[in-house]
């Protein structure tokens, strides 16, 4: 699948998936009329540190009962999640706008949530290496805002996505549905 992810924002959406499995082709063989659901993926996040909650749909190629699938499995995943990641988009958001703003330190001290200071900062550090992938993908939509030169990497990136997704409830989620790829 090229690394091509898919991702639905609401129920709705997922549902408007489902009614076109049977007309689309797998991600993996290319066949068409195999597709079927096949349960979810669950785990944690900031809002709900204690009980899972729901992450990606599976889908299943069904090569059972005579179907032409491959019988192999994909993920859709909802767009406010990303995958081994204990935040949801938006809580990243919060996140890396106050390390960005403040410091790393600051950013961790806020945060609030039930992520340890090791588990932030690799949060951090993945940002960081994601950065490139990121900005890369940003100009395919819009050119960078200009900002002065003094302004770090990171907070370039970040103005750039929401630049990019202007006026959004959260510009990470738009970013993985948009461009079909997790943001890090
Ligand atoms: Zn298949």
């Avoid at 330190?105 to 039930?114: G, M, T």
């Avoid at 993908?137 to 370039?156: D, T």
């Amino acid at each position: 699948m090229a690394g091509e992810r898919w991702f639905y924002r609401n129920t709705e959406e997922w549902i408007a998936i489902v009614e076109r499995l049977k007309l689309t082709p797998c991600p993996h063989c290319k066949v068409v009329g195999a597709l079927i659901r096949h349960g979810s993926l669950y785990g944690f996040d900031e809002h709900n540190p204690q009980r899972k909650t729901r992450r990606a749909r599976r889908v299943f190629c069904s090569n059972r009962q005579a179907r032409p699938g491959c019988g192999r499995t994909f993920s859709v995943w909802a767009a406010d999640k990303i995958r081994r990641l204990g935040l949801t988009t938006s809580g990243l958001w919060r996140f890396l706008q106050r390390a960005v703003a403040d410091g790393i330190r600051a950013a961790i001290r806020s945060i609030d949530c039930h992520l340890s200071d090791r588990t932030l900062l690799r949060i951090w550090k993945r940002f960081h290496h994601a950065q490139s992938k990121i900005r890369t993908a940003l100009f395919g939509r819009c050119p960078p805002p200009e900002l002065p030169a003094e302004h770090r990497p990171a907070a370039q990136v970040l103005a750039h996505l929401q630049a990019a997704f202007p006026d959004v409830p959260c510009p990470i989620a738009s970013f993985q549905q948009a461009l079909r790829t997790f943001f890090v």
